[in-house]
């Protein structure tokens, strides 16, 4: 049955209505993506209500977690888009092989980056400038969420394999599963137990043992179309290549970008605690705002590597531009609403009732908002690519976005302008839609149609 459903779905991305692909494989995606940041919103929500120096201490030490989850997703971002050209190539066989191979490199740099960051915490969040109970609690939190990063990356392993193949309901299923544990946890540990900040982490990391479980286990049947099967396994140098020539461009990108906030957050301490909070609050709500642009980019990625696989290049092209329109006008019109002050005041109320948190997280997401139709050129166009198999490009431009335009502008804007803390807000909006350009342009240069991995057809 499984077998079955794998192989209308390839026929659905490779030959049926476009629209209809984008929807079926971008919506579940959204809303597994929104139920992952409800892991970090549901730690934001239950620690606002017991003071803001824990949400201060969450918002500081969670672009270091980032960079790791990061990282160790570029291995299994590589895993999607190479099944997914394979399938598209119709060498199912191949694309079980790059299964095998991926779990083992995932597994294997989850368990290494688990130990070594737990043991130097202490100096990075001392590095972040964090003192007193901001740096206590910042240890608290950070050395027991790195430690869940093994069964993270088996539900992220999951959702590769199943997204390649154009099954986005199981990942959103198994992730919803690890959410309302952890929403149940969450106030049984925090308030119950009193366990403060680390009852949180605690909460977010048993949470996901049970997916993980299930997420190998599921893996491991017969019946899948591509499954792990490790008999008779051996490393293959190609196989090798091949991620470490696609995912490492993506692991370098992501985490850089990552590096990148976590320095702009080192920033906005600067600005004080009250500072601080309002900026992770607005960048949380942020990435819910933009769900639907990295959904459909997401979406994009595997419709793009399945057909790119089996060289239908004008169904490529075709499948980028629909997929551009529906984001970008989805989001010009939430972005219109969402700005609102009486519609965002609320919104950013819910996370926080403190007083002076509450206007700077406001002005924040209201900026946010009404420019988020450019995240709809940033997401789809780097899921063109990285459906490509150009992750090159999009480490470039990831690497540019911060370390370029986001820190030249907020120099720009707090030294010769003098904005004060709205630098940090007009810096994130700048940056995003000055990447978004490039990436577009790039678009139409042609490279990504260069073929970057061999598959015999």
């Excluded at 070594?116 to 950070?142: M, N």
């Excluded at 769900?291 to 399945?306: C, D, R, Y």
């Excluded at 804007?413 to 990447?435: D, F, T």
């Amino acid at each position: 049955m499984a077998k079955t459903l794998s192989e209308d779905r390839r026929q659905l991305i490779l030959k049926g209505n476009l629209f209809h692909a984008v929807l079926l494989l971008a919506i579940p995606v959204m809303i597994n993506s929104f139920i992952q940041s409800m892991y970090n919103l549901t730690d934001t929500y239950w620690l606002g209500k017991i003071g803001t120096q824990y949400q201060a201490a969450i918002t500081l030490v969670s672009p270091v977690q980032n960079i790791l989850i990061n990282f160790g997703s570029g291995i299994t971002t590589a895993g999607a888009i190479l099944i997914a050209q394979y399938l598209g190539a119709r060498r199912d066989q191949e694309a079980n092989k790059m299964a095998n191979h991926i779990c083992i490199f995932s597994l294997g740099f989850s368990l290494v980056c688990a130990i070594f960051c737990w043991c130097i915490t202490p100096g990075v969040v001392r590095w972040l400038g964090a003192e007193g109970e901001l740096y206590d609690y910042g240890i608290s939190y950070l050395r027991i969420v790195v430690l869940d990063l093994p069964f993270l990356f088996m539900i992220n392993l999951f959702t590769s394999v199943k997204q390649a193949q154009g099954d986005t309901l199981k990942p959103m299923l198994l992730n919803l599963l690890g959410v309302i544990l952890n929403m149940i946890m969450d106030p049984l540990f925090l308030l119950t137990f009193d366990m403060g900040i680390a009852g949180a982490a605690i909460a977010t990391m048993v949470a996901k043992i049970p997916g993980a479980v299930i997420a190998v286990a599921a893996l491991m049947r017969k019946r899948e179309l591509v499954r792990l099967n490790f008999k008779g396994f051996r490393l293959e140098k190609d196989k090798i290549s091949s991620i470490i020539r696609i995912g490492l461009p993506t692991a370098i990108g992501g985490s850089t970008m990552q590096l990148g906030f976590l320095l702009m957050t080192k920033n906005v301490q600067a600005y004080g605690m009250t500072a601080t909070t309002a900026y992770g609050i607005g960048n949380k709500i942020n990435s819910i705002i933009t769900l639907p642009a990295s959904g459909i980019g997401s979406a994009l990625s595997t419709i793009v590597g399945q057909n790119y696989g089996a060289g239908n290049i004008p169904r490529v092209k075709k499948a980028f531009h629909l997929s551009l329109r529906v984001g970008a006008i989805f989001l010009l019109v939430c972005g219109m609403i969402l700005s609102r002050r009486f519609v965002a005041e609320p919104m950013v109320r819910f996370f926080t009732s403190d007083e002076q948190v509450v206007p700077l997280a406001t002005d924040f997401l209201s900026i946010m908002a009404i420019c988020c139709w450019m995240n709809a050129f940033y997401n789809v166009t780097q899921g063109l690519f990285q459906g490509c198999g150009h992750t090159v490009i999009t480490m470039a431009v990831d690497a540019v976005r911060i370390w370029g335009f986001r820190f030249l502008t907020l120099w720009f804007c707090a030294s010769v302008l003098g904005m004060g803390v709205e630098s940090v807000w007009y810096a994130v909006v700048v940056s995003n839609g000055a990447s978004a350009l490039v990436l577009y342009l790039l678009y139409w240069t042609g490279i990504w149609k260069r073929q970057t991995v061999r598959l015999e057809r």
